[in-house]
């Protein structure tokens, strides 16, 4: 008898998981629900997940696996209690370490030489069940917010491929539990408060600009802005590190070729490469031009 799946997510490895789904002769899908998903259609939402008219839904549709992949919506007890906590979710970064949200983005800003994505059963605390697959990669030095995600979500459907293929084939999934006294969860309230602090290492500003990079879209989270002293704010989009200076945090050193530089807390220059105000560009000579009359930072 075929076996039951109801995909909750959207996106690339929800995408994937349907086809791998579709395509093996022990799967049905039983519904693809995503943030898209037509309410009056199916009579249904991602929200209704965690309530009990999630799992009515789950227990008519007699779903034996719920499949949760790019979804930020939090799937209920209910619902997982009604699978029998058949229930799988992709977690775009290392567990127990990176647990929560926008996670990709605290591990450039942590200046992490690793990262990775994990598949693990869900259970009645976010992120915090058995692991039945992980996959890990070095995470360049250039990455951006944007390119990482997007690696995140290549490298997490390809894994998820795999576990559901394991599921269709019959054969258990490996499981082990996470040491969660290593466990850490970043929250969005977290990502969306922060702000540029030039008292801070020219290094760690670096990279604090690269994970807020989602260019050409905006970022899901926070942004880096730099407050000049007649109360414009102009986004930074992208910085390198430059040479040593002896001007205070915060203050405008000069401007070059390169950019604008800034003097960073441990007196090293933050070179503004590419910036916006406006809603326009800024690099090159309009950077320039535009940052010439000022002298210092708010």
């Known amino acids: 008898m075929p076996i ?7 996106g690339w490895p929800a995408k994937r998981a349907v ?4 395509a093996h002769t022990n799967g049905r899908l039983v519904a693809w629900i995503s943030p898209d998903t037509d309410k009056h259609e199916l009579e249904i939402e991602l929200s209704d997940f965690n309530s009990a008219r999630g799992a009515e839904y789950v227990r008519k549709q007699q779903v034996d696996w719920v499949v949760s992949a790019n979804n930020i919506q939090i799937v209920g007890e209910d619902v997982l209690r009604e699978v029998g906590y058949k229930a799988i979710n992709l977690h775009p970064a290392p567990l127990p370490e990176y647990a929560g949200l926008h996670c990709h983005q605290w591990a ?3 200046g ?3 990262f990775g994505v994990t598949i693990h059963v869900m259970g009645g605390c976010i992120d915090s069940g058995d692991i039945v697959a992980e996959h ?9 917010g944007l390119s990482l995600f997007i690696k995140c979500m290549g490298e997490g459907a390809s894994l998820l491929e795999v576990v559901l293929n394991t599921i269709l084939s019959g054969r258990d999934l490996g499981r082990r539990q996470q040491d969660l006294s290593k466990r850490r969860v970043y929250r969005h309230s977290d990502a969306i408060a922060s702000e540029l602090n030039w008292q801070e290492p020219a290094e760690r500003l670096i990279r604090f600009i690269r994970a807020c990079n989602y260019e050409p879209f905006a970022s899901p989270t926070y942004s880096a802005r730099l407050k000049l002293i007649n109360g414009d704010v102009v986004t930074i989009i992208s910085a390198i590190i430059g040479g040593f200076t002896a001007e205070e945090p915060g203050s ?3 401007v070059s070729e390169s950019g604008i530089h800034v003097a960073a807390g441990d007196r090293r220059e933050v070179v503004v490469t590419k910036a916006k105000h406006a809603g326009i560009d800024l690099y090159g ?3 320039a031009a535009f940052f010439g009359s000022y002298g210092r930072a708010a």
């Open 136 to 144: 890990k990669f070095v995470l360049s030095g250039e990455e951006t």
């Open 112 to 114: 992490d030489k690793f």
């Open 19 to 22: 086809r791998t789904i579709q």
């Open 108 to 110: 450039i800003r942590n």
């Open 252 to 254: 405008f050193v000069k």
């Open 285 to 287: 000579h309009a950077l």
């Open 4 to 10: 039951r799946f109801l995909v909750l997510g959207e």
